[in-house]
């Protein structure tokens, strides 16, 4: 489901990095794209209609910060508001621990506890599991069969009905495991009883984490649910199942943060292994289709840092060898350019192959060629003739060829150049911009 959200999200936010101009026009229809995308994945109105609000108000009031684009800046405010919608980081530790399962029939509580019993065993901690459901026949078996295929200690007693009897005796069987998960029953509505029972497995367990698990097909409606259940025992952990299937996830999560109750892990599938942890900041730049755009803008920050680029120069038409020299050095700091690339809405500009298949070491050939080039030579190539190209390869004890070649590539550069000059029409200052993230090119 979170497909079909990411890519509606992911088109909004493409097209706006498309535009030559971001006006308040653009704006309204980057905010009406994103309406859509989140209406169809079942989140609430009146929250799409906040978010908007907040959004598009942001986008035409605030300057953008030093050194950054209208687009970028565009670009932040969805993704800071998007990250707000999904709620906080809910922390996990890797400490001795208990937690107590909660949550309807059929939710998924069962299926959960075997994948947290999987999630804390890979983590290196030792887990033990109690089956308190005394309600569902073969609640039991169906625990067990999960513990079995991880090797891990599960108690229970079929046919008694007592549940905070089991759980006590269970949880002075497991002994001193590190994690103890207390799987509970369910049944079909919220009754009085099943609150009762679960305020008691409280009290019983001290539970250091009460874990509600609901599935994600119940849209919006998990906000019932989850007010109700945080009310009884404090529920300091949702996780919510079979995000794989239902159209409807989007409304759960934007549903269950707005309760106030963070989001632990989301469940994606039925093996054992597809339990994921929730982060909104990370869930948000996927389904934007942004990489770690974070991340990406403070290494081109820090790349940037002291040897300025002189843009100005390359924006007349300008692209010296040593500019390309500079660009190199950037990249190499930034990472390898395709990865770079790729994380950034390049306004449908697509490099050239040539451009972008530059191996490091290769980077770091040139560099030791241009080393042994004059300054003339570096401001105005096209003085390398065939005599300058022998006696560039002698002193960098690289082969004329290699110079060539380095010299072939300056030319795609510049061809690249020019094209995104012509091609991006984004104006001059995110023009500057663009060039700098791409490390000066
Ligand atoms: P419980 O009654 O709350 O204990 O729920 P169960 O653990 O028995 O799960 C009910 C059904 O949901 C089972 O058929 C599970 O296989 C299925 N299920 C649980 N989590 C997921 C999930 O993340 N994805 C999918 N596709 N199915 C799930
Ligand atoms: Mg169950």
């Known amino acids: ?69 209208a687009r970028e800046h565009v670009l932040r405010i969805v993704y800071e508001e998007l990250v ?23 939710s998924g509580k069962t299926t959960t506890t075997g994948k947290l019993a999987r ?41 008694e009905t007592d549940a905070v009897g089991v759980t006590k005796r269970g949880l002075k069987s497991l002994g001193t495991v590190d994690v103890r ?83 632990v892990f989301i469940g994606n599938g039925e093996t054992i292994n597809d339990l994921e942890r929730f982060d909104p900041d990370g869930f948000i730049s996927r389904l934007l289709g942004m990489g770690d755009l974070r991340a990406l803008i403070e290494r081109a920050e820090e790349a940037m840092g002291d040897d300025e680029i002189d843009v100005n120069a390359m924006l007349k038409g300008k692209f010296t060898l040593r500019d390309m020299y500079k660009q190199l050095e950037s990249i190499k700091k930034m990472g390898p350019l395709k990865q770079v690339m790729g994380m950034i809405p390049t306004g449908g500009f697509d490099m050239p192959d040539e451009a972008l298949d530059v191996t490091s070491v290769k980077m770091e050939r040139y560099k030791i060629v241009m080393d042994s080039m004059t300054d003339e030579e570096l401001e105005n190539p096209t003085l390398i003739n065939s005599s300058r190209t022998n006696r560039i390869a002698l002193g960098a004890g690289a082969k004329p060829e290699e110079v060539r070649e380095l010299i072939k ?30 490390g000066g090119m």
């Open 181 to 263: 998960i207390v799987d509970t029953q369910g049944r079909h509505g919220l009754e009085n009883d099943l609150i009762a029972e679960i305020i008691a497995l409280n009290t019983l367990t001290k539970a250091d984490h009460r874990w509600l698990v609901i599935d994600a097909a119940l849209g919006q409606q998990a906000r019932d649910q989850a007010a109700r259940f945080h009310e009884a025992i404090d529920i300091d952990g949702v996780i919510i199942t079979k995000m794989d299937g239902t159209a409807k996830g989007g409304g759960a999560l934007s549903a269950v943060a707005e309760t106030g109750s963070g989001i």
């Open 1 to 69: 489901m979170m497909d079909k959200l990411g890519t509606g999200l992911k088109d909004a936010v493409k097209k706006l990095a498309g535009k030559s101009v971001v006006d308040r026009a653009a704006v309204e229809e980057l905010v009406k794209d994103l309406q859509r995308a989140l209406l169809q994945s079942d989140v609430n109105v009146k929250l799409v209609m906040t978010l908007s609000q907040s959004i598009k108000k942001r986008a035409l009031d605030e300057e953008p910060p030093q050194g950054m684009n």
């Open 84 to 106: 707000a919608l999904m709620g906080g980081e809910v922390e996990v530790t890797l400490t001795p621990q208990t937690i107590l399962m909660a949550g309807l029939q059929g």
């Open 409 to 438: 590539y300056y030319k795609t550069m510049q061809k690249t150049m020019k094209a995104m000059r012509g091609g991006m029409g984004g104006g001059k200052f995110n023009m500057q911009r663009m060039m700098k993230k791409f």
């Open 119 to 159: 999630y804390f065993q890979r983590k290196g901690l030792r887990v033990g599991v109690v089956c308190a459901d005394v309600f569902r026949p073969g609640a039991y078996d169906q625990l067990k069969t999960l513990c079995d295929q991880i090797n891990i200690p599960c108690y229970g007693e079929p046919g």
